[in-house]
């Protein structure tokens, strides 16, 4: 079982539906970063938390610490949306997710 | 400007050779790392060092090391390259609570 686990794997979605991203974890964690990889490769952080929520734009993310859980929240989904976003944890350790493959459709 | 920059972008070469992958980051970051992506998008990091701790994941063969000349650089030398070396290597700066930049990847084919 991996350390991280996200959910789910692949989402298809139609352009301004509202999509969510789970990250489940099983460590102990300094902080959570969710990461976007676009289909060019790139790779940008898009968040680092360690408690509560952080915005920026039409992108969300929440933590809860008791529950080992965080999700990513896209609102007004747009198809420049499409990407792979990675869930990442560390501590004395850094763990990755497999990835949620994203697809908006126009 | 490039705030993360890695040199080269595409690599090939044979097996048995020795190899170096640049990394360069102007940001002022305290923190630099090495990822892996293997074939199947699975991200695993190498290292991380800053200017007072090397952290190696102790997954990774004996025959990658990283080299940092300054707080500015970390380069990856691998030696004796394998097949399974073949992957997209990504080096990335952090500081603080600032979250990561990530370079542009390298991808390395070993044939």
């Known amino acids: 079982k991996n350390e991280v686990e996200q959910s789910p794997q692949n989402l298809t979605a139609q352009e301004g539906e509202f999509i969510t991203i789970n990250c489940s974890y099983s460590v102990g964690i300094s902080a959570l970063h969710w990461l976007q990889q676009h289909p060019g490769g790139g790779i940008v952080s898009l968040f680092m938390l360690s408690s509560g929520k952080k915005k920026h734009g039409r992108l969300i993310a929440t933590i809860n610490i008791q529950e080992k859980h965080s999700s990513l929240h896209i609102t007004a989904s747009h198809p420049r949306d499409s990407a792979v976003y990675i869930c990442a944890v560390g501590g004395n350790q850094f763990y990755f997710g497999t990835g949620t493959s994203l697809t908006v459709i126009p | 400007d490039t705030a993360v920059s890695q040199t080269p972008k595409y690599l090939v070469t044979q097996m048995g050779n020795d190899k170096s992958i640049k990394c360069e980051q102007n940001?002022?970051?305290?923190?630099m790392y090495w990822y892996k992506q293997d074939s199947k998008k699975f991200l695993k990091i190498m290292f991380s060092y800053n200017n007072k701790e090397l952290i190696i994941n102790e997954t990774v063969p004996n025959r990658f090391s990283p080299k940092s000349p300054d707080k500015a650089h970390l380069n990856l030398h691998i030696n004796s390259l394998e097949l399974g070396d073949s992957a997209v290597y990504f080096c990335a700066s952090s500081h603080g609570a600032d979250g990561y930049t990530f370079g542009s990847g390298t991808r390395l084919t070993v044939v």
């Open positions: 940001l002022g970051h305290d923190t």
